[in-house]
Structures are given as C-alpha cells and as structure tokens.
C-alpha cells in the first residue's frame, strides 16, 4: 500500500514555489506572446506620438533605477506579487515618453530581479518571465499620449483617473490571458488576488503623483525617495522570510500528520484504506460546498487523522472479527476525545483538527458522541467528515460484512439525513459520489 500524501497547497507554499522553480515550457511560451505583444504596443504608442519620441539618456537611467528599486521591495503573493511600483510608475510616465514607459518598465523589472538569481532565491528562467510583466504600463501611457503629454501639473483630475483606470484594466486583461496560458486559476482566484495588489496601486498613486510635481523644481528630487524604497524592500525581506518560516512550520504539521496515519495504517489495515479514501471523498465535498483555503485544509488534515485516536484503543478490540459488546463500544468511542488530545499537544491549528476529530462522530440530531452536539453546534468540517465516514464504511467490506453497493449505502444516507447526517452534507456527497440512492446510475448533470 503507497503511502499517504497530502494534497493541500498553502499560500506560502505557492509564493515560493513559483519563485524558485523554472518557468515552465506553457510559462515561456505564454511570455513570447505577451511580450511579442508588448513590443508591438510599444511600436504603436511610437507612431501615436511622433513629437516625442527621444529622451534624456540621464533621466531613462534614473527612472529605470527607481523602478528597479521599486520592484526590489517585492511582496508575494500566493497567484504573483505586489511591489510600490507606483510610486515610480507615475513620475516615469511624466518624464519619458509614453513609448519609452514600458521599456523602462521591463528593464527596471528584470534588474530588480538579478540579485536574487545571483543569490540563488530565484530560477535563472525567472528573468525570461519579468518583462511581459510591463504590460500593466501600456494603458496609462496610451492614455497619456492621447492627451497630449501634459506636464504634472497641468494634468487634471479626469486625466489621472483615466490613466489609473487603463493600469487596472490592461493589467488585469494580461493577467487573465496569462493565467489561462499556464496555471489556469479561476477568474474569481483572480479576482481576489488581484484587489489588494490594486487597492496598493490606488492607495500610492497620489504619493507618486507628488513625487512627479517635484519634477517641476528639479527631476533629482525624485532621488529622495531612495531611502523610502530601502525601508519597503526591508519589510518585503521580512515578508519573505516570514513565508519561509511558515512554509517550514506547514511541512513540520504535514510530517507530523502523516507519521500519526501512517502509525494507525500499521496497526489496522482497513483503517489506512479507508483514510485514504476519506480523505479524497472529504476534500471533494469541501471543494463542492465552496470552503476557502483554511477551512479546506481543516477538512483534509481532520480526514486524514480522524481515526488517529485508535491508536490508543486496544488491538483486539481495534480488530475483532465481529460486532462489538457493550463495553467494548464504550472504550472505542474514546478514540474521539484521545485524537483531540494529541493534536492538541502538536498545536498550531493541529487543535482546529483536533476539534473536528472530536466531533466526527457526532449526530445532527444530538445522539452522537462525545459530547452529543447537535445540528449547526457540530463543526462543518466534522459533518463533512462523519458523512464521509459512513458513506465510504459502508462501501468497503470488513471482517464481519461485506460491503454495501453504493445505491444501497446512497439510500442509508437520505434515510438518516436529519438524524444522523447534516442533510445538506448528504446531498454533496451523493452529487461527488455521482450515485443515485437505491440505484448505480450516475445522477444527472
């Protein structure tokens, strides 16, 4: 028998992951088409304005460094980053030509990005990825350049508003045809990810637009804003080895979960089994209920190590080949409440597991154990997984019985929906199982 895996995925996980591994062969090939369209964006925006197109060598130099700079403090996220790019993009946008605003982008970009190849913390490969990244530029620079390329000053409030309106939108469109090339995440995924990374744009525009009136007095003032861009990187620095440090701790909770599974497989076959399909069927109705990541990972782990406490229950009661006495039923119901206990010495959210291990035999109408909740008072989680449970118990023979077809076990599921089972859990259930009660035929789409 192959050895349990966790399937759960954190946030932490994902940032550094994406960061170190190598850009995938769907990666490069989605880059060379965003960036074949960047460049011919930035061809257009040259023709769009034919009075602008040269710039000061010195002033390029300066703005690709504030955007490097920028771009150093880099914040991850678990489907991209944030940086205060911001505070860099706008005074670029007044100082450059708008055709010249993304290639300063890409440049800044894939600078930022050196030391940490040179350090080993990012793929080589990662460099070939960053300056499609500049897309986002595209939008205000346009918007500018039908504007007429006003100084900072003379830009109106209607003018900002615009350009800030385009950096959402192009962004958000490049992300969306990125995201559908490779990992594929949903357009809500994406939408989550992406409000707080444009709530930090809307919030640091008008400090950048400060920062571009300086220009006015002198274009080096924006030099002053150096040491702002030092403070950040050293938070995003914090950020980052925070994220590692969590990483560590998660791969610390999953070793310990899988050192109890794997104790309980040792000790009941029929046990490691069913666990595992548990945990595959308790994932899938998680998913289907739509429960968010933590809630998620919460069922999995509660799953996977809702039968650690067996662990405590003596061998021939554990493994009798027959139904069990009185007595011999009241030492098995206090594998529960020994499971709680020790995933509550692991700690962490091990104890939000333990919780959900304690009521996993629980009833929606108050006849379980070991505390006899009822309804809404059981944890979600522990009706997910006591519906589980019985479901794949009853489909998996034993020693004493054979197992049930699964139209047979779908019927004892509705029968005790409202009794024992949560009712809308049942349903879930029989939708992921795809079988319909009292028969095999798969339920309708």
């Keep these: 028998m192959p050895p349990l895996t966790l399937i759960n995925v954190t946030p932490a996980d994902e940032a550094l992951a994406v960061d170190e591994a190598r850009p995938t062969r769907g990666e490069l090939r989605a880059e060379l088409l ?26 390029l130099a300066l703005c690709v460094t504030l955007i490097a700079l920028a771009h150093a403090a880099r914040f991850d996220l678990p489907l991209g980053w944030t940086a205060p790019v911001q505070l860099a993009l706008v005074p670029t946008i007044f100082l450059l030509p708008p055709w010249l605003v993304p290639v ?15 350090r080993g913390r990012t793929a080589p490969g990662r460099l070939l990825v960053s300056p499609g990244n500049a897309w986002f530029t595209v939008g205000p620079a346009a918007v ?13 409030v209607v003018l900002l508003v615009s ?50 009136l300086a220009i006015g007095e002198s274009p080096w003032y924006l030099t002053l804003m150096i040491p702002l861009f030092g403070v950040l990187a050293v938070f995003a620095a914090e950020r980052r ?31 490691g089994r069913h666990t595992r399909d548990v945990v595959t069927l308790s994932t899938a109705v998680a998913d289907r209920l739509g429960l968010d990541a933590r809630r998620r990972r919460n069922v999995e782990f509660g799953a996977l190590l809702h039968d650690v406490g067996k662990v405590s229950i003596p061998n021939e009661i554990l493994n009798k080949p027959g139904p069990l006495n009185d007595a011999e039923w009241r030492v098995m119901r206090t594998h529960t409440i020994e499971g709680q206990r020790m995933l509550d010495n692991v700690g962490g959210f091990m104890r939000e597991v333990g919780a959900i291990v304690r009521g996993s035999h629980e009833r929606w109408d ?61 349903d879930a259930v029989l939708t992921v199982a795809g079988v319909t009660p009292a028969d095999e035929r798969p339920l309708a789409a």
Aim: charged content about 15%; some cysteine.
């Design 163 to 212: 350009m800030l309106a385009a950096q959402v939108g192009t962004d958000f469109a490049i992300s969306l045809l990125w995201q559908r090339l490779t990992t594929r995440a949903s357009v809500a995924e994406q939408l989550h990810e992406a409000f707080m990374v444009y709530l930090v744009d809307i919030a640091l525009a008008p400090v950048g637009l400060l920062a571009a």
């Design 144 to 156: 500018y350049a039908l504007a007429g390329t006003p100084g900072p000053a003379q830009a109106g």
């Design 366 to 426: 108050g006849g379980g154990y070991p505390d006899g909740l009822a309804g809404a008072a059981i944890p979600l989680e522990a009706r997910i997984v006591c519906c589980c449970d019985a479901y794949n118990a009853m489909t998996t023979s034993r020693p004493y019985r054979e197992a049930m077809p699964a139209g047979a076990a779908a019927a004892e599921l509705v029968r005790c929906a409202r009794t024992q089972f949560d009712p809308a859990i049942v």
């Design 241 to 271: 080895t925070r994220l590692e440090q969590l990483t560590e701790l998660n791969g610390a909770y999953r070793g310990t979960a899988l050192v109890l599974a794997e104790v309980v497989d040792a000790d009941d076959a029929y046990t």
């Design 104 to 118: 300063a982008m890409a440049v800044g970009l894939v600078a930022a990005r050196v030391p940490d190849v040179l």
């Design 34 to 59: 965003v960036l074949a369209g960047l460049v011919a964006a930035i061809a257009a925006l040259y023709v769009l304005t034919p009075g602008a197109r040269s710039a000061d060598p010195l002033m």
